[in-house]
C-alpha cells in the first residue's frame, strides 16, 4: 500500500494556494480513496462518520440615502432614512420562523432521504438542554425540521453585522445617510455558491427601498460537499469504527464548512472519506484546546484497520 | 415700559436649570408678553413668525439572543439571531411611505387648520432643488403633505442608529448574541412625549419576535409648543416685521425642538413671542457661524416699534 500525505497549513484562512496546487497536480495526487481526519465524533464512546459539509457565502449591503447625515429637527419627515430603508430591505429576507424568503434559495436543494432523516434522527439531541445552555427560551428556525436537520443538512441566510448611525453614548438626532449590513449562507447539496449571490443580490434590488440606493460587495464563497454513505471507502469506515469502539458508528452531517474537502472531491474525482476523533468540547481554536488520549489509542486503531482493509474499495 | 432679560447658558444641553428656576419665580418672572429672539427668518428680506416647535422623546432598543454569540456553521438555523429579530422589530414602525404605524401614535395630533396650510404654502419650497442639494432622487414621507408640512407640522420617529454582530473588515460567520437601536420622535400638538414613549414601548411588546427579549432604555424628551397666531401680542409682532422690513412676514412653525419655550408657555401662562432675525445659512454650531449686519439693524428696529407698541397687547 502507497501513502501520499497532503500537509498544508492554510485551512483557517481558506487554503487559497490548495485548489490551485490540486488543479495543477493531478497526476502526483493520484489515489483510490482520500481520507480527511478534521471532523469530530459525538462523544467518547460513540463514533460518526460525517458524510456532508455546509458551503458558504458571505456579502456585505450599502444603503445610501442623502449624500450626508442630516438633522432631524429640520429634515425629519421628508427625507429617506438609511437605516429605516436597510431594516425594511433586511425584513424581506425571512418570514417570522425563519424561513428564507430570497426568491429560488431553496430550489436547488436536495432534500433529506427518508434513510438520512433516520440516521440523523439517531444522533442524540436534548432540545430542552440545548436550550438551556445557550439562554435561550425558544429556538427558531425553518418549520418542519428538527435542530440538527436546521443546523447540518438545511440552507441558511444569516446577519452577522449590522450598522448605521450614532452609536455612542445617549441619543442623538440625526438621520444616517447611510447603513451596512453583513451576510452570510450555509449553503447545503447541490446550491451553488454563485448563484445563490445572485439571486440574493436580485432580490436586494427587487426590494430596494424608496429614495435610497442599494448596492452590494462580495466576499468569500464555497461549495457544500456530500457523499454517499453507502459507497465501500465509507462503509469500510463504518467497520473501522466498529472495531476500533466496539459500537455502530452513525452518521451524520456537520453545519460548518471545510472549503478543500469540496475542492478535493471536485478536481481529483475520488472517495472522499471524512474520519474524524475529535470530541466537539474540546476547545477548539480556544485556550486550552485538547484532544483525548484514548480517541488517541483508537483513532489509531481504527486508521489501521481501514488501511489493511482498503482493498474492497 | 419694563422689561426683564432672562439671559441662561444651557440652552445646548437642555436648560437643566431653567425650569426648576422658573417654578420658582413665578413673581420675579411675571410679565404681559415674553419674547425669545432665537428662530430663523426666510431669507435677507423675508421676516417670519414661527409659532410652533416640535417636542422630542428618545429611547433606546436592546433585543437580546442566546447569551453569547454563536458560530453560524455549528449553531445556524436553529436559533434566534438578535439582528433577524431586531430588523423584524424596527420594520414594524413604518411602512413603505414613511408612515409611523405604532398604535396611536397620531391619536393626539392637531390637525393643521386650512388657514395655517395656507400660510405653510406661502413658504418658499422648491423639491426639486431640495433635493438635489441633499443628493436625493425622491422624497420619502407621510402622503398628503407638503415637505414643509412633513418637517415642521408633522410628527416623526426616527432610527438614528442601529448596530449589532461584526461591523470589521470582510465577513465573520457570527450570529449575534445583542442587537441595539437608538430612536428619536418629533412630536407636534398636542402630542405628550410621555405617553407616545409608553405607546411605543407597548409597540415593540406586542411585536417582539420570536425567541428574543425586548428591553427599552428611556432619554431625554419635551413637549411641542404652538401659539395662536391670531392674539395680539403675535400680531403687533407682524406690524413690527412690516414697519422694519416693509414686507409682510410669513408664519411659520419648526421642525427642532427648543424645549424652554414650551416650558415658559406652560409654567407663566403668558403669550410667547418668537422673533428671530438669523438666516438659515449662517452656519449655526459650525465653524464661521455669522449673522447679518442688516439684520442687526432692521432687527432693532422691529424690536424697538414691538416694545413702543406693546400698550395694545
Redesign the interface.
Known amino acids: 500500500m502507497n501513502v501520499k500525505f497532503c500537509i498544508e497549513g492554510e485551512e483557517e484562512i481558506g487554503s487559497p494556494h490548495l485548489e490551485p496546487f490540486i488543479a495543477t497536480h493531478h497526476d502526483l495526487l493520484q489515489a483510490d480513496v482520500l481520507l480527511i481526519s478534521d471532523t469530530t465524533i459525538i462523544g467518547p464512546n460513540q463514533p460518526a462518520i460525517c458524510y456532508g459539509l455546509?458551503g458558504?457565502c458571505?456579502l456585505?449591503v450599502h444603503v445610501q440615502?442623502?449624500?450626508?447625515d442630516?438633522?432631524?429637527?429640520?429634515?425629519?419627515?421628508?427625507?429617506?432614512?438609511a437605516?429605516?430603508a436597510?431594516?425594511?430591505l433586511?425584513?424581506s429576507l425571512?418570514d417570522?420562523?425563519?424561513k428564507v424568503l430570497v426568491e429560488g434559495f431553496y430550489d436547488d436543494v436536495a432534500a433529506l432521504t427518508a434513510e438520512e432523516r433516520e440516521e440523523l434522527a439517531k444522533l442524540p439531541q436534548d432540545d430542552m438542554a440545548y436550550m438551556q445552555s445557550?439562554?435561550?427560551?425558544?429556538?427558531?428556525?425553518?418549520p418542519g425540521y428538527t435542530?440538527i436537520e436546521?443546523?447540518t443538512a438545511?440552507?441558511?441566510l444569516?446577519?452577522?453585522?449590522?450598522?448605521?448611525?450614532?452609536?455612542g453614548e445617549?441619543?442623538?438626532?440625526?438621520?444616517?445617510a447611510e447603513?451596512?449590513a453583513?451576510i452570510?449562507c450555509?449553503l447545503v447539496n447541490n446550491q451553488d455558491p454563485l448563484k445563490i449571490l445572485n439571486l440574493i443580490e436580485a432580490h436586494l434590488k427587487a426590494h430596494e427601498?424608496?429614495?435610497v440606493t442599494v448596492t452590494v460587495t462580495r466576499?468569500?464563497h464555497a461549495k457544500p460537499f456530500i457523499a454517499d454513505f453507502h459507497q465501500p471507502a465509507i462503509q469500510t469506515a463504518v467497520e473501522a469504527y466498529r472495531f476500533a469502539y466496539d459500537v455502530e458508528p452513525h452518521f451524520m452531517r456537520?453545519?460548518?464548512?471545510i472549503p478543500i474537502v469540496e475542492a478535493f472531491d471536485r478536481l481529483l474525482k475520488l472517495p472522499v472519506v471524512l474520519m474524524g476523533f475529535s470530541l466537539p468540547d474540546e476547545n477548539f481554536h480556544a485556550p486550552n484546546e485538547h484532544f483525548s488520549l484514548d480517541n488517541f489509542d483508537k483513532g489509531l486503531r481504527a486508521l489501521v484497520f481501514y488501511y489493511t482493509h482498503l482493498e474492497r474499495v
Open positions: 455546509r458558504l458571505s456585505e440615502a442623502a449624500k450626508s442630516l438633522h432631524s429637527g429640520l429634515f425629519g419627515g421628508a427625507v429617506p432614512n437605516l429605516h436597510m431594516t425594511e433586511l425584513s425571512h417570522h420562523e425563519g445557550l439562554g435561550l427560551n425558544e429556538l427558531v428556525g425553518e435542530t436546521r443546523t438545511r440552507p441558511t444569516e446577519l452577522n453585522g449590522v450598522y448605521g448611525g450614532f452609536q445617549g441619543s442623538k438626532t440625526v438621520i444616517p447603513a451596512h453583513k452570510t450555509r427601498p424608496k429614495g466576499h468569500d456537520m453545519g460548518g464548512s
